[in-house]
């Protein structure tokens, strides 16, 4: 009980801190925003190496080496592609300058954190809530509370040093279900950015927020007839070797074309995989789900630490275990996310059945997530463009980075959107730009005593009419023609005829009409 309290009023205090100092730093210009942001990046990616051994020693989970890449990429590489973006002020005028697009922060993020990539999500959380001028207040899985404590520390104290107002960061520790709930919950808290398991999302969205929402990523990846066979391999045994699967964008399944079945499995092996089958698929499958729930010790581990626990023995340097599997669902245990180096392989005959598995297996906890595409057919590649219920479909690249912008140029993000089909409000990665309110200032640009047909007339003039322009055209023609005098035979639609020497749509035009009602009048 002692330590819900002390939870629930460490909250409350973050978060009046952090209300405190984003309420100054609202004001602060984009080039202070910048040079703060710039401080925070700097820091981190200085500090990379020795938050990635904290995060293992801390966990248990991964690799060091994948942890310190992702911490760089949180920092160095977010920092890169974030330059130029105009987050404060006036960010943009468009309509000829007509309408202007003015930058408000949100105001204060509470973010909850994952144990898998603590460090890098807690500095990614940071400086893109910085870039946006809001505050932050984490609340970290408990298995990662200290490793992600450290990682805030690093880049607050360089915003600090910068200019930013104190209490503008902050990161519990102590940590309890209770605290995160009044985290959650405070009034002061004015939106929710949460990264990390299904129920943690559910709780997110229950609070009566503005809420971001991440959950699983089951991926799937379709290797195509087309495909260059030995490339596929190699990028699929990267990702599912990347920190040991613990990325939710990680590959966890592929489905592979029958025709280039063999190739794709004589590529897998040489590149280091296993392909454990029959006694040996079973053993695995008892270890890492028990009762229909996963084995979390099994979690971000070694091929041959999971082989080893499981009752076999694999190669230590195995970069991945496959098992070759014909369903998807609690029949088979290794079809669900696994957040390890373990893949499930099916066999397809044709792309049309492979893009069914694939559904099959985003269905399975991967809804609106991502999907890996190994393909060189255009028509193949954009009909699971157009079917395919994944909010990134990367193609001819690792899934695990090319998600998260790491071999691909979307933006760099450790939170990834689902879409409403995977229950959340946005499919995008998730940037400054979703921490910002939008103000819009509009100019005055026709009176208000203005006939619909002006309207009609700049669509004419755009090149297109709107769906009720003939309707108006028509009602205006009839009219005309009861007129004394009215002009034999009926102008065309303005909504349909077209000039064929430019596209441009021609009928009645608004001055033609001003010309004949003043004739008429007179």
Known sequence: MDTDLRSIQEARELVARAKSAQAAFKHVSQERVDEIVSAMATAGAA????LAVMAHEETGFGRVDSKEAKNLFATETLHARMAGMRTCGVSRRIAGTTVWEVAVPMGV???????????????????????????????????????????????????????????????????????????????????????????????????GKPAYGVGSGNVPVYVDRSADVDKAASDMLTGVSFDWGTLCSTERSVVVDAPVRERLERALLAGGAYFARGREADMLRAFVV????????????????IARHAGFAVPEETRAVIVEVDQVGPTEPLSMETLSPILTMYVSDGWERGC???????????????????????????????????????????????SVGYTTDLFPSMTLGPGTVGGSITSDNISPLHLLNVKRVAFGVRGAATSVTTTATEAS?????????????????????????????????????????????????????????????K
């Not at 028990?290 to 630490?305: I, T």
């Not at 399975?364 to 954009?382: A, F, N, P, R, S």
């Not at 009219?479 to 064929?500: C, I, N, Q, V």
């Open 109 to 207: 993020v509470a973010a909850l954190t994952p144990s898998t990539n603590p460090t890098s999500t807690a500095m990614y959380k940071a400086i893109i809530a910085a870039k946006a001028r809001c505050g932050i207040v984490i609340s970290p899985h408990p298995r990662a509370a200290a490793c992600t404590a450290e990682a805030l520390n690093v880049v607050a104290e360089a915003a600090y040093r910068a200019g930013a107002p104190g209490g503008l960061f902050g990161c519990m520790t102590a940590v309890s279900i209770s605290g995160t709930n009044e985290l959650l919950e405070s009034p002061g808290t004015d939106v929710i950015l949460a990264t990390g398991g299904t129920p943690m999302v559910r709780a997110a969205y229950s609070k």
């Open 47 to 50: 500090a990379a190496r020795r």
């Open 461 to 521: 003039e755009r090149g297109s009419a709107p769906d009720w322009m003939d309707s108006v055209d028509e009602r205006i023609r009839a009219m005309l023609d009861t007129l004394p005098g009215a002009p034999e035979g009926k102008a065309p639609s303005a909504g349909r005829a077209r000039d064929e020497g430019n596209g441009a749509t021609t009928g009645l035009s608004e001055s033609r009409i001003r010309s004949l009602i003043e004739q008429y009048a």
């Open 356 to 402: 069914e598995r694939c559904i099959e297996v985003l269905n399975y906890g991967g809804m609106g997530h991502t999907l890996g595409l190994h393909c060189t057919d255009q028509q193949v590649i954009e009909a699971f463009a157009l079917r395919k219920p994944a909010m990134r479909i990367v193609v001819n690249t690792v899934a695990a980075l090319g």
């Open 290 to 305: 028990n009762n229909g729930k996963l084995n979390v010790d099994q979690v971000g581990m070694s091929p041959a630490w």
